[in-house]
């Protein structure tokens, strides 16, 4: 239970931070972990790698962009 805890705060660093630069180190100094056992408990958890997850999510938030009304392509 305490590793969805640290996975789920490991998310929410993300989401506050998904339009900054973020790395493993950041992600597992903020959950108060060494870095290999959050990319591994990550990976097994989600089934996915930290970089997969966070390149998912900034694609979503890409897309939610584009279907807004006042988008402009230059």
Do not use: P
């Not at 989401?15 to 056992?37: G, P, R, V």
């Not at 097994?44 to 807004?68: C, F, H, P, V």
């Amino acid at each position: 239970m305490e590793w969805i805890k640290s996975l789920s705060k490991a998310i929410d660093y993300i989401e506050d931070n998904l339009l900054q630069n973020i790395t493993c180190d950041k992600m597992a100094k903020h959950i108060y972990i060494s870095t290999f056992h959050f990319q591994r408990t990550f990976s097994i958890l989600t089934n996915l790698t930290t970089g997969e997850y966070i390149r998912n999510r900034r694609l979503s938030l890409a897309g939610q962009e584009l279907t807004k009304e006042n988008v402009y392509i230059r």
